[in-house]
């Protein structure tokens, strides 16, 4: 594994442009919140943290990660946000169910991609395992939040 314990989620500030007349939404799926309110914290920090303000920031709650494409449509249909964050958590368990909503969730994350000018940010983990997922999370591979903040600036800004 080329990332076996290390923390992809330092980033240079000088290098990121400023979001401080961005504005962003952020949808977080309900189940696994002790992992996705991790990575929403991680989002967060690091979007305030390169200059957006807290009032440019909407989040919106859904059930589950296989809600997320919904929820993000919504919001782009709904707000004027410059860039979504779609975040979740799915970890496996004894059945295909993993495997249907990881598959269609990042599918629909796509679509959105393609169907809308807005682009959205797929922050969903897809572990084994509850430590893998709390490792992503904030733990020794950093927090995959902070990641997607930074993905969501870049992309925010894309050709400006």
């Known amino acids: 594994m080329a990332t076996a314990n290390k923390n992809l989620s330092v980033y240079d500030k000088a290098t990121i442009p400023n979001a401080k007349d961005l ?5 977080v799926s309900e189940w696994n919140s002790e992992i996705t309110e991790e990575l ?3 989002a967060l920090e690091a979007l305030l943290d390169c200059g957006a303000s807290s009032e440019n920031i909407i989040r919106w709650d859904v059930p589950g990660s296989f809600e997320l494409t919904f929820g993000c449509k ?3 249909l709904d707000t ?3 860039a979504v964050i779609a975040i979740g958590s ?3 368990g004894e059945t ?3 495997d249907f909503v990881c598959s269609a969730t990042a599918q ?3 679509d959105l991609n393609v169907q809308f000018n807005t682009p959205v940010i797929f922050c969903v983990l897809t572990d084994n395992t509850l430590q893998q997922a709390q490792e992503r999370s904030g733990g020794k591979h950093g927090n995959k939040g902070t990641e997607a903040a930074i993905a969501a600036i870049k992309m925010a ?4």
């Not at 800004?157 to 400006?160: F, P, S, V």
Request: charged share 20%; glycine share 14%; net charge positive.
């Open 96 to 98: 295909k169910h993993f």
């Open 74 to 76: 919504k919001m782009i």
């Open 80 to 82: 004027k946000v410059d």
């Open 90 to 92: 799915v970890i496996q």
């Open 108 to 110: 629909g994350i796509k």
């Open 40 to 42: 929403c914290t991680g």
């Open 157 to 160: 800004t894309l050709g400006a």
């Open 23 to 27: 504005r962003f939404g952020i949808v």
